[in-house]
């Protein structure tokens, strides 16, 4: 199985920019594709997409949020980060089956 | 709008079945794959199982291979998953969700919580 790692929090103040990185045990790159997803969880409420194949805005995300990296590193950037904001972050692999989520980063305010 | 409703669960003790619903309305339900994630309490996401537009391919984590079976029924736009042999374990709240390309989950349901426990 594809394991992702992330940091299990980040406190950022508002306005700033937050970071939230994600690495895999191996690459979930193709020649074409970077299969790696970041979704949005707040406290009792579904999970939300973000971002797919690591760049791609889903649908009415709003711009401050943003996807970067291939292969093994990936990055979810909230630039300015809003009180909103505050959520758990998941990334998900789709490279391979199980498909496999990273543990979870909670996005904490300064 | 794009709904997930899910619905059936509940307490069951352990050893024992569990049928979970999930009705669809807002898209056409045949042209997705679905899929069924899972989530211990205060505990991340786990995927559980997905399924192909037509019912015809279907997949599971190894956890819960010969004891989950998930399908749908396009008529009805409903996805099923059917939990047999439960287990203490398999407690969390399952949402389903759906397929946009194959393994990204762009709409969740509001999820379904089962609790396995005698």
């Known amino acids: 199985d594809i394991v992702l790692t992330q940091s299990p929090a980040l406190a950022v103040s508002l306005g700033q920019r937050a970071t939230i990185s994600c690495r895999a045990s191996q690459s979930v790159s193709t020649s074409s594709y970077n299969l790696m997803h970041w979704y949005q969880q707040k406290p009792g409420e579904q999970p939300k997409l973000l971002i797919y194949d690591a760049s791609n805005l889903a649908s009415g995300i709003p711009v401050r949020f943003s996807g970067s990296g291939s292969g093994t590193d990936f990055t979810l950037t909230i630039n300015p980060v809003q009180a909103d904001d505050i959520a758990t972050y998941y990334c998900?692999?789709?490279?391979?089956?199980?498909?496999?989520f990273g543990s979870g980063t909670k996005l904490e305010i300064k | 709008e794009v709904q997930l409703v899910e619905s059936g669960g509940g307490l069951v003790q352990p050893g024992r079945s569990l049928k979970l619903s999930c009705a669809a309305s807002?898209?056409?339900?045949?042209?997705?794959?679905m899929a069924w994630v899972c989530q211990a309490p205060t505990k991340g996401l786990e995927w559980v199982a997905s399924i192909s537009t037509g019912g015809g391919n279907t997949y599971y984590r190894d956890s819960v291979k010969g004891r989950f079976t998930i399908s749908r029924d396009n008529a009805k736009n409903t996805l099923y998953l059917q939990m047999d042999s439960l287990r203490s374990e398999d407690t969390a709240t399952y949402y389903c969700?759906?397929?946009?390309?194959?393994?990204?989950?762009?709409?969740w349901g509001q999820g379904a919580s089962v609790t396995v426990s005698s």
């Open positions: 969700a759906r397929h946009n390309n194959f393994g990204v989950m762009d709409a």
């Open positions: 998900q692999q789709s490279r391979e089956l199980p498909l496999t």
């Open positions: 807002g898209f056409t339900f045949s042209n997705y794959g």
